[in-house]
């Protein structure tokens, strides 16, 4: 079993920067990729970014070249930063991982934090 807890988020202008932060606990070897969706409202959930065990990374293509994702093994964390912030990446963010289940690839979701880009 893995637990994500998330931190960062909230209001900020359009422009301006932003950063999340998932940690993770429990089952950590198992972890295949960790990363983060989001959801507007009236919309779908979609990738921004996520990372695999093996370090590749993956971006959404509205938040490339905008928006990075990096891993500290060490906190077991990892950091979204977000930049040049738009009103259209006003969003919940949840952090995700898929893990190694007994038969499965289990999936965990964290609670969701508002980030709101103000024009």
């Known amino acids: 079993q893995v637990q994500l807890v998330e931190s960062g988020g909230g209001l900020v202008k359009s422009g301006g920067s932003l950063r999340l932060s998932c940690t993770a606990s429990g089952s950590i070897p198992k972890i295949i990729v960790m990363g983060w969706y989001r959801q507007a409202p009236g919309k779908q959930r ?11 990374k993956d971006y959404g293509d509205s938040v ?7 891993r500290n093994d060490a906190r077991d964390t990892i950091y979204l930063q977000m930049n040049s912030l738009k009103p259209e990446d006003t969003a919940v963010y949840y952090c995700n991982a898929r893990s190694e289940g007994d038969r ?12 709101t880009v103000s024009s």
């Open 46 to 56: 979609e990738l921004v970014a996520h990372l695999t065990r093996g370090g590749s």
């Open 64 to 70: 490339k070249s905008r928006f990075t994702l990096d």
């Open 104 to 115: 499965t690839i289990d999936e965990t979701w964290g609670q969701g934090t508002q980030v």
